[in-house]
């Protein structure tokens, strides 16, 4: 069974920094691309970030370029997700979800990480 | 960045009856080397991740209901629920992953009439 479960999550000042991850099992995690996806508070969904199987490529919405890096560990099934100048716009449930061996479409999820960013 | 819009942002529909969804893309996501349109939809329920239903416009995922049914080519796309059930009831969200970033549509609440 497919399991993605991210982890890191919660409040945080303006300015300040988080770690998300994401810790896999049940595919082989160094095969697939690699997604990050959040939703604000009663919102729609913002795909965030992904990454190639073996981290060479990455790309990012533009609201978060220079803030966010994307990374993972494939010794660990572990996917990462560094965030810093973090603004109260940030503030979303943060998703983790594994890319389709064809496109980008996301045909796992976990449940997701709440980050607050408020003073 | 591709914009994806969808309609309505929200229906009833009564048991047993037809939903349909639309979503336009603000270009297209017709990929001309391979014919194959890079339109997924899924399906959110309160309190859960989404789910994947369909991919390429209109194949369904293994496991998701035949009564789901994903139509259009190009920039204009369909989810279409036939016989509608109470376990329907959620935000669909068309996405396209033609090219970076990767875009969602605002979100349809389908709710019960």
């Known amino acids: 069974e497919v399991q993605l479960v991210e982890s890191g999550g919660g409040l945080v000042q303006p300015g300040g920094s988080l770690r998300l991850s994401c810790t896999t099992s049940g595919f082989t995690f160094s095969d697939d691309w690699m997604s990050w996806v959040r939703q604000a508070p009663g919102k729609g969904l913002e795909w965030v970030a992904n990454i190639r199987q073996d981290g060479s490529e990455k790309f990012y919405v533009d609201s978060v370029k220079g803030r966010f890096t994307i990374s993972r560990d494939n010794a660990k099934n572990s996917l990462y997700l560094q965030m810093n100048s973090l603004r109260a716009e940030d503030t979303a449930t943060y998703y983790c979800a594994r890319d389709g061996d064809s496109g980008s479409y996301l045909n796992s999820w976990g449940q997701g990480t709440l980050v607050t960013v408020s003073s | 960045d591709i914009v994806m819009t969808q309609s309505p942002d929200s229906l009833a529909v009564s048991l047993g009856g037809r939903a349909t969804i639309n979503c336009k893309s603000s270009?297209?996501?017709?990929?001309?080397?391979?014919?194959?349109?890079?339109l997924a939809w899924y399906q959110q329920k309160p309190g859960q991740p989404p789910k994947l239903l369909i991919t390429w416009a209109s194949t369904r995922e293994s496991g998701v209901p035949d009564r789901f049914s994903g139509s259009g080519s190009g920039t204009d796309f369909t989810l279409t629920l036939s016989s509608l059930q109470a376990e329907d009831v959620a935000v669909y969200y068309c996405q396209q992953y033609y090219t970076t970033p990767i875009t969602f549509g605002q979100g349809t609440r389908l709710e019960i009439k």
């Open positions: 270009q297209t996501v017709l990929y001309s080397s391979n014919n194959k349109n890079y």
